[in-house]
């Protein structure tokens, strides 16, 4: 088998993630299981696999978890997968992983502030090993030649990165960011006083992302990565689609759009349980934000949206 490669869906929230691993996951060669840094569970005697079995009973999940007892990780499960930069139990360096990238010269802060850390560096070491050991098993199992990592986070992505033998490609997904803070006001309820506020909130969060991703790229060879628009992904599903394989190196003879077509195993947001395979454009932004929402969210993230093409 050869080393595993990975392709790294890099995002804010809310920005058809899930949706675009699940059709690259259905592509010729690939794989995915959504987020491997693996989502917080809540129950994980109730979560279930998207295939609809509980997460814990699911056949596919239990022969991942003999592979990696067989790479000598014992007691491995998806609900405790310890893939993950930001599980580490230390206060210390928890609270340094908090801040998303900001620039060579406050990265080159967080590094030397997390020397200072033994438990880091044992974490970062496990969690290598791990994410590495699972993306192997992922592999073998689905007899794939690359696998979909829609875990979105570009901090975790750095520390991936520097896995040896590890291939990695890179996805910037972007979606117009009024559509996201819209999409965290319907899905999260305000936090804020004011409707206004709580879309702001959005916004910034956004920006952030955004920012943070662009941080990460500018340390990595334009060969490494693409962006995609989330509303070409929906407008012109194949198209998008294929620009993606050629990028990817996987064979694009035959683009699929049935994402429901293979029995998939993703971890994620609740879209992974539907059972629709229709790709739609959601742009409720448009008739649901008011003329006074429009312009807190331009005094926010209209710089940066309008870079990416959004008027």
Known sequence: MKPPRMAYILSASHSGSTLLAMLLGVQSGAFTVGEIRAPSIDDPNSYCCSCGEKIKECAFWLR???????????????????????????????????????????????????????????????????????????????QASIIVDSSKAGLHLKYMMRIPGLDVKIIHLIRDGRAMALSSLVSHGPKRPTRQGTLAAGAHEWVRSNKAAECLL?????????????????????????????????????????????????????????????????????????????QTLDRVLGKLNRKYGYS
Request: net charge positive; hydrophobic share 35%.
């Open 64 to 142: 991942v978890n003999e592979g990696m007892k067989c790479k000598g990780i014992e007691n491995f499960e998806i609900t405790r997968a310890g893939t993950s930069i930001f599980d580490v139990q230390e206060p210390y360096a928890y609270r340094l992983l908090c801040p998303l990238p900001r620039g060579p010269f406050l990265e080159t802060i967080r590094e030397a502030a997390l020397a200072f850390s033994p438990a880091w560096k044992r974490h970062l070491t496990n969690v290598q090993r791990r994410y590495f050991t699972l993306l192997q098993i992922l592999q073998e199992l689905a």
């Open 218 to 294: 500018n340390t990595a060879p334009k060969s490494q990565w693409i962006r995609v628009h989330y509303e070409d992904l929906c407008r012109q599903p194949e198209a998008t689609l294929l620009k993606l394989s050629q990028f990817l190196g996987m064979e694009c003879d035959n683009i699929s759009l049935d994402f429901r077509s293979s029995r998939l195993h993703v971890l994620g947001n609740e879209m992974r349980l539907k059972q629709t395979s229709g790709i739609r454009l959601d742009e409720r932004w448009r008739t649901q934000l008011s003329a006074e929402d429009l």
